[in-house]
């Protein structure tokens, strides 16, 4: 028999627990608040929030009156374009039980092959709704709350790259698309870590590159933690990824916890997949004088010129002067040019460095022609060709604004990463 002050303590104990599970459970719908409180938000997953009847799944929270809340469906994509694999379901994304709002999904690191499942919202779903953000004027913010074990790869957008590419991961493929590209927040591509911004204006590649270039990079990059490790490591581990476009500046821009900074790529001509860009910028510089110029192409197509606006330098260094001749390195918002001045009059330039953040993007969002020729928002990765692992870790909520929130309010948003760990049991 238990005595008096053994049944005292047992009494204490429950209760301290009851009030811990309710200041906890409090906290994460302060958090939920902080986020669906922030202006033209289109949706936010938690992944706490879900169906009350049937599957269950994952659903997002909406402006009020809204048509859907997006619940997501599981998929292994690889099964849907090459016919291999199993299918996937709820069962391949484990919870962690805790998180920023209170859960979180791992994105596991698949040995097979043929298996890489996803979390989405098929097109037909989607379509013509909030979420499908297009066209001319429109602008857009991607949040995700997310632990990184590795990888650089996809965290959430509409962002299907197409299965078309020619190279040996297509050779026996089974569905073959075009790439249907929005927009979509990647863990760093050519940045490993950092918050990556991805947009396109035709839902395929740029300046005659196979690839989709318009993307930013934030100067912050997010460490490597393993996805099992403590607790309380993971708990002070959540990064605030992010990106803005704001079509009202031309400017896509990568957050991690709510810090940007100007990240600069010199030399571009010499990188794997910059170099395209600057082609894209000497062929347009070549277009604007008179006559055909040593190295200009005169069939690259006009479209996929990439001349971010130079009209007043930020600083202008002398390189070095002999005679009437001048070598000049004019920094820009967005470039920097290495400029020949002969007798005061410009005789050459050369794009020897280029933002990728902020990134200077001139063009509306991708407007698929109907849902058939649209791609679903996916979480955890994209379909593609390469059929990569892609990012691997925790993903702990999900969000798209259809605006571009500024540095205050992502700030706010970052904060909430910091915090004391939320449980909800």
């Not at 998929?75 to 374009?81: E, F, G, K, P, V």
């Not at 379901?89 to 097979?112: C, M, N, Q, S, W």
């Not at 995700?144 to 299965?163: D, P, Q």
């Not at 679903?376 to 969000?399: E, K, L, N, Y």
Request: proline content about 6%.
């Amino acid at each position: 028999m238990k005595s008096f002050a053994t049944c005292l303590l047992s009494l204490s104990l429950s209760l301290t627990c009851t009030v811990g599970n309710v200041n906890a459970a409090d906290a994460a719908l302060d958090r939920v608040a902080i986020v669906t409180g922030t202006p033209g938000l289109v949706a936010f997953w938690d992944f706490v929030k879900r169906e009350p009847e049937g599957a269950h799944r994952f659903t997002a929270h909406v402006p009020k009156g809204a048509s859907t809340d997006y619940p997501l469906d599981a998929a292994n994509y690889i099964r849907d374009y090459w016919g291999a694999g199993r299918e996937a379901t709820y069962a391949d994304f484990p919870l962690l039980g805790r998180g920023p709002f209170g859960d979180a999904v791992r994105i596991v690191k698949e040995t097979d092959a043929d298996f890489r499942p996803f979390l989405f919202v098929p097109r037909s779903r989607l379509h013509d709704t909030p979420l499908d953000i297009k066209g001319a004027g429109k602008a857009v913010t991607v949040v995700v709350w997310a632990i990184r074990e590795s990888g650089n790869h996809a965290l959430a957008g509409i962002w299907h790259e197409g299965t078309d590419l020619q190279q040996n991961e297509t050779a026996s493929i089974a569905k073959v698309e075009r790439g249907q590209r929005q927009y979509a927040l990647f863990a760093g591509l050519n940045k490993l870590g950092s918050a990556c911004g991805h947009v396109s204006e035709n839902g395929a590649s740029s300046f005659l590159n196979k690839y989709a270039l318009h993307k930013c990079n934030s100067v912050g990059q997010s460490p490597e933690v393993p996805a099992d490790a403590p607790a309380a490591t993971l708990d002070a581990s959540w990064q605030c990824f992010a990106t803005t476009f704001d079509d009202a500046t031309d400017e896509l821009i990568g957050w991690l916890n709510g810090k940007s900074g100007q990240r600069w790529l010199e030399n571009p001509k010499q990188d794997k997949l910059i170099s395209s860009a600057y082609q894209a910028y000497m062929q347009g510089h070549y277009a604007k004088l008179p006559g055909k110029q040593e190295g200009e192409d005169e069939s690259f197509p006009k479209d996929q010129y990439y001349n971010p606006p130079e009209e007043k330098p930020v600083s202008v260094l002398v390189a070095r002067e002999e005679g009437n001749e001048r070598v000049e390195l004019r920094e820009y918002r967005y470039t920097k040019v290495e400029v020949t001045v002969r007798d005061g009059k410009e005789v050459s330039r050369e794009l020897v460095g280029l933002s990728l953040n902020p990134w200077w993007y001139p063009h509306g969002i991708y407007v698929p022609k109907d849902a058939q020729s649209g791609g679903p928002f996916t979480i955890g990765r994209v379909i593609h060709s390469s059929r990569s692992v892609g990012f691997t870790g925790w993903i702990g909520g999900v969000a798209v604004f259809d605006r571009a929130l500024s540095e205050e309010e992502l700030a706010k948003l970052s904060a909430i990463r910091s915090g004391p760990p939320v449980v909800v049991e």
